[in-house]
């Protein structure tokens, strides 16, 4: 079993629809969930950033985090063509080092 | 732009080879590591940097690959005698940590071709 499981897509979804995207984790120790985004050919970009169990609202974005089910999610409202992108969670286990361990990343289309 | 850099961008060479890429991390991010990213798959952990000293090493990172940051800048990482299994993005990103929280920006990534 991998530490982090991604569901790769890929998700087709029109404009304006609400996305939910999804992770399982493993690893009861790992205490920090990003999600990153990642136009094709680039490098990741940071879009959320989260340590405790709840919900984290940036704009378009909310990032939730289920520590008893070792489950994170992240919701797009109103979603643009501009969010087609591959989106990939990540956690980090401080105490065991600095690395972070990905997912596979899920692929999303926002059609117009 | 002070964001991370990476050099070159894009590296196609022949199996046998010796690669080397470079990437300057965000001013003064004490914090630097590499990550390899093949198609279809999330970023993998190689190697981390805290100032010029290598702390965490992967068991991806075999023999043949070296990282350096002689002077707690910029980093290199070299590839010797690459196989075709080497063809991947290689990613370096930079941290500062504030508290508890230790927040990674990527580079662009160098896209190398082993032929």
């Known amino acids: 079993q991998k530490e982090v499981e991604q569901d790769p897509g890929p998700l087709s979804v029109p404009e304006g629809a609400i996305v939910s995207l999804n992770c399982t984790y493993s690893?009861?120790?790992?205490?920090?969930f990003m999600w990153y985004r990642q136009y094709s050919r680039k490098g990741p970009e940071l879009l959320m950033y989260t340590y405790s169990s709840g919900n984290k609202e940036d704009g378009r974005f909310t990032a939730q985090v289920d520590k008893s089910s070792k489950y994170i999610s992240l919701f797009i409202r109103d979603s643009q063509p501009s969010d087609s992108a591959t989106y990939l969670c990540?956690?980090?286990?401080?105490?065991?080092?600095?690395?972070?361990?990905f997912g596979k990343g899920t692929t999303l289309s926002v059609s117009s | 732009d002070t964001g991370v850099s990476q050099n070159p961008r894009h590296k196609i060479t022949k199996r046998g080879q010796n690669v080397t890429f470079r990437c300057d991390p965000i001013s003064e991010h004490n914090r630097l590591y590499w990550y390899r990213q093949t198609l279809g798959q999330g970023p993998e952990f190689l190697t981390y940097?805290?100032?010029?000293?290598?702390?965490?090493k992967s068991r991806l990172l075999s023999d043949r690959f070296s990282a350096e940051r002689p002077k707690g800048s910029f980093s290199t990482l070299e590839i010797q005698r690459t196989e075709q299994g080497d063809s991947a993005m290689y990613l370096c990103a930079s941290s500062l940590p504030a508290g508890v929280k230790d927040t990674q920006y990527f580079g662009p990534g160098t896209r190398l071709t082993v032929l």
């Open positions: 690893n009861s120790a790992f205490q920090y």
């Open positions: 940097f805290q100032n010029e000293a290598q702390l965490e």
């Open positions: 990540a956690t980090q286990n401080q105490e065991a080092g600095t690395a972070l361990i």
